[in-house]
């Protein structure tokens, strides 16, 4: 993490930045004072940078419990009139926005940005979602910067905005800038900071809500004249194109070079949108009186699309003819991301122009290399992941047990257990925490005749973030269910951040840990603690507690391998007799290449053998357990 | 910088150091005045999938963070097939491949699902697809020095002393102490230099 | 041989059926197969095409003609009780030993002699301890164990799980005790030995005993344990028709439970068998009916035959001619089992 730039007293130093610590930045010039998030990939980066530097620019930061809390925190400092950021994936949005739409009908004292970072494709998510949806149910406004440099600047703007209007501003950015790294030329920081303070003579509520909507309307209406100037809104191009192309966001990018590498300059405008709700109507007009084709690029939904749409549709009496490309039209997907082949494609097509396309071979020859050289790769535990040992036990329960157990999955690394690493033991992946309830809901169904047992994994960061009020109306209830907390000691997903159960908190200073044994306890149900790493042990466990009535909670508490790896190099070295490994043959069937799925195993095509990758295997040792010939052999670290 | 933009591609599997290196490298090019953009997939790839890092390098512009199909110019790759991954979408004919050769095999060839390449072929299917390539032995370099995931730094030694890019020792020691962290500067040093040696001897066409 | 398979296979068609013995065969010999509570369970997917689990198991096919022809060296006999080279009246010569069988505690003195001449070097047997919910295979070698496991034990044991102990501690003149479905499970491997392991030399006796169905373990278990104290039984009998009930042993009475009501905890695969007293088999052991105190002894193999006599010139066996209404009788018995099956045997059945 660069933590050292972020806070970098140097206005005019040109540093390499990531998107997110850009913003982390922007927010740093603007002056927070508080910031607040819930781990989300791609948004993690934002709070972990201004954690980094917390203790160094005096400012308060907090890895919150789940982010409708962090933005109830950061709403705090807004309502007492301080500047604070809080950040959050698209999913993590959904979370918080309940809280969301009363405060914007409060509007706030200070200034309050709201960071979402979308992932396009769902790369590291259960969902694709464009959140840029909230901005119009919110009534707030919307900015999406287009480069690293704007990433920064755009959220300073953020805050200029919010302090005019008194309520929130959203600025939305992708992976594809959120995670990427570009030149940025820091800016000065400022030198004092506001003393909190919450004016009472004045109350905050958004009732009745037939006055405080429109007030949001009219907060809304007020952004209008900083938008329609502000720069980062603007148009490269000829005057009168024969194609505008309409974009935002990372759009910017792949617009430009697929404009360059086609020679399109003389014939192509890009119109860049960084406000895209409110839209800066006036510019809009202007530049769709001087063409008759239009595409809207943008990431996910058609949102920029249908927002010119709605501009073309009120003026369109004063416009010519326009046929619109976009998402409707399907000229561009209606899900997945972005890329440069992807818009080059588009702009050939809708230009003419042709992809350049040389006569060598080289490209058929290399995509068929693809296939025969470059094997799949598919997600994996890593190696020494408790979550590996963890499924397996519950594997072999669930197989013991015979009622045909259903588990429903949550959010983590051990979400992954979907997959075959995880020996595809979940059934169910939804939202945080929403194991738990499922599987409480499942509990409940044996008055239907149901008989399969019901189970749940949930994560220790994850039991904080949500599975706590799940787990209070199973109790409640009295739901038929075993909840399997899978306690790694981490948020590991995300990049380790520490949740109410560490020692430590963003700022690393000690905090009292929240004991999830207790909590549970508090509920009146005393959970059983085991080491998944004992396979025999926890598989016996969660056999023993399926047999038992009522909501049951086993805690499998094994540290995660990065963790540990950070701490202490190997732990034993392992290897494997091929006297005694059996093998393909009848006995065995590869049971830990082809089951267990370690990377830390290699299978030895010339002599039919399992073998440890020495560069991979951490020594965890659970492989020596399942082997059925005993052909593993520890060796001391 | 014989191109502007340079594309480079750092790839990898997950957990290679492949986001360090890409970082490195960028650090070092920022601070000779370049406008390098990088452009990262990871998350849930870093859990063991590929991973791959587009890094463009330019005088004047700044590049958007994914280099167009074809375009590359230079591929670092910490594992073999994850080369051959990058050059049948980002090659051509005059790129130039710098390869890590220890394979790490997918959990889909442990499990039987897949098979990994034959290493003469594959080795020889990059050489057939690059102008130049190097082949070095990144990881047991790395293991002598006691970690493997130094291999990432040892392989962009070689790239700097085949002139590939314009990187010195004294430019990475900045880098790992304002990226990274000054007690981690010596052993990266280290590193960096074992791969300047390497070129010495390395295998190209 | 014919086609044979894997598990999954075995799975389809055995598992998943109901048509599992519980003989022990399959069990343990790898990962993916164990015995859990008195059942067979499958703990995950092994992907071979072809595997012990599904050539030794008696549930899948049986080829008579060719187990016949390296058994007794001639074809299959087509007669209710099958191949015949004696039939009995037998008792243990010790009367210590004869009181503790079922019957006449023949099998326990024939495994005595095998063990004290020479002829086997282990046997595989079913034992079940005092206060133990399910019974198992056992590998005994010295007669204080043979004692121990004198008894019948009425429902499925997955005894045959044993023989890869007994192979793995490298005895080399193994004698198995079971049922008929045991008794296949046992010749089709000696017949197949998939795994070279030998089987054929290293097996050297098999005793069989009649047996028209056996319990589900697992079922029959809830059952008693909701009517008595397990810890206190000692004993199970069923006795000879027209009796048709269980008797359950405890330390102060006898109950009996009407078969009837027991219907619902049969094992389902034995609807399924037609062989009643073992008929491949070296000898095979019975209740000898309106006869308390002994058994039904038929030989059938020349090892069987050997067996017999030393045990009679060793004294620990005691012969009567067996009357010809009895062996009608056993033969009808036998008749009355094939036909539920409606004549169809296991080779042409699954």
């Given at each position: 993490m660069t933590m050292s730039l972020i806070s970098l007293d140097s206005p005019g130093r040109e540093v390499l930045l990531m998107g997110n610590e850009a913003i982390a930045r922007g927010a740093l010039e603007a002056g927070i004072s508080v910031a607040a998030a819930y781990p989300g990939n791609p948004s993690s980066e934002i709070i972990g940078a201004l954690a980094d530097v917390a203790n160094e620019m005096g400012i308060y930061v907090e890895w919150s419990v789940n982010e409708k809390v962090a933005l109830e925190v950061a709403a705090a400092a807004a309502v007492s009139g301080l500047n604070a950021v809080v950040a959050m994936k698209q999913n993590g949005l959904n979370v918080a926005s309940d809280f969301l739409l009363n405060l914007n009908l409060t509007g706030i004292r200070g200034g309050l940005v709201l960071v979402v970072c979308d992932d396009p494709a769902g790369i590291s998510s259960t969902n694709e979602q464009d959140s840029r949806i909230f901005a119009r149910l919110a009534d707030l406004p919307l900015f999406e910067p287009s480069s690293f440099h704007e990433a920064k600047d755009i959220v300073r703007f953020a805050f200029e905005v919010s302090r005019k209007i008194n309520n929130v501003c959203i600025v939305r950015s992708v992976t594809r800038i959120s995670h990427a790294r570009g030149n940025v030329a820091l800016g000065p920081l400022p030198t004092t900071r506001p003393v909190p303070h919450f004016d009472t003579s004045k109350q905050l509520s958004s009732l009745p809500a037939i006055v405080s909507h429109p007030v949001a309307h009219?907060?809304?209406?007020?952004?209008?004249?900083?938008?329609?100037?502000?720069?980062?809104?603007?148009?490269?191009?000829?005057?009168?194109?024969?194609?505008?192309?309409?974009?935002?966001?990372?759009?910017?990018?792949?617009?430009?070079?697929?404009?360059?590498?086609?020679?399109?300059?003389?014939?192509?405008?890009?119109?860049?949108?960084?406000?895209?709700?409110?839209?800066?109507?006036?510019?809009?007009?202007?530049?769709?009186?001087?063409?008759?084709?239009?595409?809207?690029?943008?990431?996910?939904?058609p949102v920029l699309e249908n927002n010119v749409k709605e501009i073309f549709a009120d003026f369109n009496a004063s416009l010519p003819q326009i046929s619109f490309y976009g998402k409707k039209s399907g000229t561009v997907p209606d899900s997945g991301e972005l890329s440069p082949g992807l818009v080059l494609g588009i702009f050939s097509r809708l230009t003419g122009v042709a992809l350049p396309s040389p006569e060598d071979g080289y490209r058929a020859s290399a995509s068929a290399a693809l296939g025969e050289f470059s094997p799949m790769r598919s997600l994996a535990f890593c190696p020494g992941c408790p979550h590996r040992a963890s499924f397996w036990a519950i594997k072999k329960a669930l197989a013991l047990d015979g009622r045909d157990g259903v588990l429903f999955g949550d959010i983590g690394c051990y979400g992954l257990g979907f997959l075959p690493t995880g020996f595809r033991q979940p059934k169910t992946l939804h939202a945080m925490g929403s194991g738990t309830g499922m599987a409480s809901g499942f509990g409940m169904l044996s008055r239907f005749g149901a008989t399969q047992p019901s189970l749940t994994v949930c994560g220790d960061s994850t039991f904080f973030h949500a599975a706590i009020p799940a787990l209070v109306n199973a109790v409640h209830h009295r739901s038929d269910f075993l909840m399997i907390i899978l306690d790694n000691s981490a948020t590991a997903m995300t990049g380790f951040q520490p949740h109410p159960g560490s020692p430590r908190d963003a700022m690393g200073s000690e905090a009292p840990p929240v004991v999830i044994e207790e909590v549970c306890a508090s509920l009146g149900v005393e959970p059983i603690v085991a080491d998944p790493f004992d396979l025999n042990d926890a598989a016996a466990t969660v056999y023993e507690q399926l047999q038992r009535p009522g909501t049951k909670i086993l805690i499998l508490r094994q540290e995660c391998a990065l963790v540990r790896g950070r701490k202490e190099s190997r732990r034993e070295r392992i290897r494997i007799d091929h006297e005694k490994c059996i093998g393909e043959e009848c006995g065995c069937n590869r049971l830990c290449t082809r089951v267990f799925?370690?990377?830390?195993?290699?299978?030895?095509?010339?002599?039919?053998?399992?073998?440890?990758?020495e560069a991979i295997c951490v020594g965890c040792g659970v492989c020596a357990q399942i082997c059925p010939a005993g052909a593993f052999v520890k060796e001391g670290a | 910088m014989r191109k502007d933009p340079f594309n480079v591609v750092v790839t990898g599997v997950g957990g290679q150091g492949n986001v360090l290196a890409s970082l490195l490298i960028g650090a070092v090019l920022v601070d000779r005045g370049f406008k390098v953009t990088i452009g990262e997939t990871y998350g849930a790839s870093q859990r063991g999938g590929s991973v791959m890092s587009h890094v463009r390098i330019s005088r004047a512009h700044q590049y958007g963070p994914l280099i167009p199909p074809w375009s590359a110019d230079l591929v670092i790759a910490l594992e073999p097939t994850e080369a051959a991954r990058v050059l049948g979408q980002f090659g051509n004919p005059g790129i130039v491949s710098v390869v890590n050769t220890r394979p790490i095999h997918p959990v889909d060839v442990i499990s039987g699902d897949a098979t990994y390449p034959d290493m003469d072929a594959l080795l020889g299917k990059i050489r057939e697809l690059s102008l130049e390539a190097y082949f070095v032995q990144a990881t047991e370099k790395a293991m002598e020095l006691g970690n493997p995931i130094l291999a990432n730094v040892v392989l962009i030694g070689v790239v700097a002393g085949a002139g590939l890019l314009p990187i010195t020792a004294q430019d990475v020691e900045k880098a790992v102490t304002d990226y990274l962290s000054p007690h981690k500067v010596e052993i990266n040093r280290r590193a960096f230099l074992i791969g300047m040696e390497l070129v010495k001897g390395h295998e190209r066409i | 041989m014919e086609d044979t398979h894997g598990l999954d296979e075995l799975n389809q068609r055995v598992l998943q059926t109901g048509r599992c013995s519980s003989c022990g065969a399959c069990v343990d010999k790898c990962p993916y197969l164990t015995?859990?509570?008195?059942?067979?369970?499958?703990?995950?997917?092994?992907?071979?095409?072809?595997?012990?689990?599904?050539?030794?198991?008696?549930?899948?096919?049986?080829?008579?003609?060719?187990?016949?022809?390296?058994?007794?060296?001639?074809?299959?006999?087509?007669?209710?009780?099958?191949?015949?080279?004696?039939?009995?009246?037998?008792?243990?010569?010790?009367?210590?030993?004869?009181?503790?069988?079922q019957g006449g505690g023949t099998v326990t003195a024939l495994l005595i002699t095998a063990?004290?001449?020479?002829?086997?070097?282990?046997?595989?047997?079913?034992?079940?301890?005092?206060?133990?919910?399910?019974?198992?295979?056992?590998?005994?070698?010295?007669?204080?164990?043979?004692?121990s496991c004198c008894g019948s034990k009425y429902a499925g044991s997955h005894s045959l799980s044993a023989l890869k102990v007994a192979l793995e501690r490298g005895y080399e003149k193994i004698g198995v005790v079971g049922v008929p479905c045991q008794v296949r499970a046992v010749r089709k491997m000696a017949l197949y030995d998939l795994r070279n392991e030998g089987l054929k030399e290293r097996i050297s006796l098999v005793v069989g005993l009649f047996c028209n169905w056996a319990f589900s373990a697992r079922e029959f278990h809830a059952f008693l344990a909701a009517r008595f104290d397990l810890t206190a039984v000692t004993r199970f009998h069923i006795p000879p028709p027209p009796a048709r009930v269980l008797e359950v042993e405890t330390s102060d009475r006898v109950s009996t439970i009407p078969l009837d009501e027991l219907r619902p905890v049969f094992q389902a695969a034995c609807s399924e068998c037609s062989d009643m007293t073992s008929e491949f088999a070296d000898v095979s052991v019975g209740m000898y009916e309106g006869k308390a105190g002994w058994n039904t002894l038929i030989t059938r193999t020349n090892t069987g035959r050997d067996l017999v006599e030393r045990a009679l010139s060793a004294r620990n066996l005691l012969l009567e001619d067996f009357p010809e209404a009895n062996l009608k009788h056993l033969e009808e018995a036998s008749a009355a089992k094939k036909a539920r099956t409606q004549g169809e045997t296991l080779s042409g059945k699954v």
């Open positions: 009219e907060r809304l209406k007020q952004a209008a004249d900083l938008i329609e100037s502000s720069p980062f809104n603007c148009y490269e191009g000829p005057e009168t194109p024969e194609l505008l192309v309409i974009t935002c966001g990372s759009g910017w990018f792949f617009a430009r070079e697929a404009r360059d590498i086609l020679g399109l300059g003389s014939q192509l405008g890009i119109l860049k949108i960084g406000t895209t709700w409110p839209m800066p109507e006036n510019l809009i007009r202007e530049r769709l009186a001087k063409t008759q084709r239009v595409l809207i690029l943008e990431e996910v939904d799925r370690c990377p830390g195993l290699k299978w030895n095509c010339s002599v039919s053998k399992a073998e440890i990758d | - | 015995v859990f509570h008195g059942k067979t369970v499958m703990l995950d997917r092994c992907t071979l095409d072809k595997g012990r689990c599904f050539t030794y198991c008696p549930q899948t096919y049986f080829d008579q003609e060719a187990a016949a022809g390296a058994i007794f060296g001639q074809p299959a006999d087509p007669g209710p009780i099958g191949r015949v080279m004696a039939v009995k009246g037998s008792r243990a010569g010790d009367p210590g030993i004869a009181s503790r069988g063990l004290q001449s020479g002829l086997i070097d282990a046997a595989v047997v079913t034992s079940q301890a005092p206060g133990e919910s399910f019974s198992r295979g056992m590998v005994a070698t010295a007669i204080p164990d043979i004692m």
